[in-house]
């Protein structure tokens, strides 16, 4: 990926940076750099991710997926790190593949009545997938898929793939039954994990080529070095840190392709549980384009100074020609694509933020495919974890998100958690 911030500079942005500042700034980048090169050397917790494309060995997986790879429709169950980065994945390659892949990470019973009533079973496979093993929505929407599976008289265990660490019920139910299993990698939190098995699964029933995944991701690796103005990933994630503290503290993420719509919530994950800790953090938002410039917009342009807007732009797309009508006012149209108007949209809009003064970035992408996308799941990873450098937090924990977790399994008797007691304290108040 290549990433331009020429209109978060101070000169033309307000708030911005000024080129002097982030020079300064550049000296805690290189120590930064040096603290993630010695974590990933050390194999350490977090930074372990940023090894995954050397790690994470195709062949493993594409074999554990044998069993199910004439799958019409891949139900993949899992939450969080364990369904963004897959789910990233196969939606926007989706228009490559014949599997129709679809994510039950809510517990909304309507909704997953409504992905198992009137669907064929036999051509369906299961992918779960829990780091912990222990998740309450995870486990709960596997065993509810299994049971349908059975009431259809479609025996499940020919038909699931798990993912999951080395112990946990999780790991239990997938020995007992003898299931296709692959492990998360250690040192792997899960919202770094879509380059190993938690996010290649997906891709590889969907056929997509795990390889030059993790090629791209392998190249974006390549261009990590002590300097942010030779490194993408870290141009951004120290752009987006030095913003914040002049009072960009929303970060609106806005690919413009429709495929990268799920890339927007993935981010806004990493975004948001990885850096939002001691009171700090940006706050990220999730926009597509052109959608959004039809609602949000306004606000990005004219509403208070307090956001970043970062604009993905997905080089060429697969085209479709507008057709000639032979009326005047439409001959603009027609003189162009849909990916002319597209693109025009995208230049208008960052155009219209920069005389306004608002900071903006611009992520490019060549083309919406394998290599692009672990390019830009690699380097956004990367400038995260610059960015959790930066604040000085801990990236890689998650502490709000277990709270909630165990009171939620507490208040439903899954086990003694004082969380859950605060969660009943408050309720009796009411
Ligand atoms: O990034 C994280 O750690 C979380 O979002 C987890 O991925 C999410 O809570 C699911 O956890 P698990 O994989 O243990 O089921």
Known sequence: MNVDIGNALASVASPGVSRESLERLNDQVGDAHERIEQGMADAEHGYEALNLPQRTDPSEIREAVEPVADAETLLTIGIGGSALGAATITDALAAESDTEAIYLDNVDPVW??????????ENTAINVVSRSGTTAETLANFLVVRDAFESADVDWTERTIVT??????LRNLSDRHDLPSLRVPDGVPGRFSALSAVGLVAAAVC????????????????TLSGSLFECPAYAYGATTYALDQRGAGINAMVPYAESLETYAEWFAQLWAESLGKDDLGQTPVRALGVTDQHSQLQLYRAGPRDKLVTFVSPGDLADRPI?????????YLSDATLADLLEAEF???EASLAAAGRPNVRVELDGVDEYELGGLLYGMEAACVLAGELYAVNTFEQPAVEWAKKATRGLLGGGDFEEADAVAEKTELR
């Open 323 to 331: 057709p000639d009508t032979g009326v005047d006012e439409l001959a």
């Open 112 to 121: 997953i009545s409504q992905h198992l009533e009137n669907r064929s079973l």
């Open 347 to 349: 230049e208008a809009t």
């Open 207 to 222: 056929g997509h080529d795990l390889e030059a995944l993790l090629d791209g991701a392998a190249a974006e690796a390549e």
């Open 164 to 169: 999951t660490g080395e112990s946990g019920p």
